[in-house]
């Protein structure tokens, strides 16, 4: 089994800025897409950000882009979402997963339950 477990949100205030963390259990290959979601109440889930494992190439969402950033540690297994200047709006639950591939979102494994980001205005 892979087990995927999302740390580091938090309470914080606009303008401010948090750093999640995905760690992974299981052994990741270097044609691993790994990715972070975001779920508001009431809303669907959106994708936030992918990254290519091996190569560490990434893609943003636009609603992010330039705020947020995909990283990894090879080493540690552990996928990274570092968030700054953080809106009011950034508030949701946040999720990883492994995507099925560059191009296609849907999530490989069973969602877990997330790590719950609030951002106060």
């Known amino acids: 089994q892979v087990q995927l477990v999302e740390s580091g949100g938090g309470l914080v205030q606009a303008g401010g800025s948090l750093r999640l963390s995905c760690a992974v259990s299981?052994?990741?290959?270097?044609?691993?897409?790994m990715g972070w979601f975001r779920q508001a109440p009431g809303k669907e889930r959106e994708f936030v950000a992918q990254i290519l494992w091996s190569s560490g190439s990434t893609y943003h969402a636009d609603s992010v882009k330039g705020r947020f950033l995909i990283s990894r540690d090879y080493a540690k297994n552990t996928v990274y979402l570092q968030m700054n200047s953080l809106k009011p709006e950034d508030t949701a639950v946040y999720y990883c997963?492994?995507?099925?591939?560059?191009?296609?979102?849907?999530?490989?494994?069973?969602w877990g339950k997330g790590t719950l980001v609030t951002v106060s205005s």
């Open positions: 299981g052994r990741t290959l270097s044609s691993y897409v």
């Open positions: 997963n492994r995507l099925t591939s560059w191009d296609n979102r849907d999530g490989i494994y069973g």
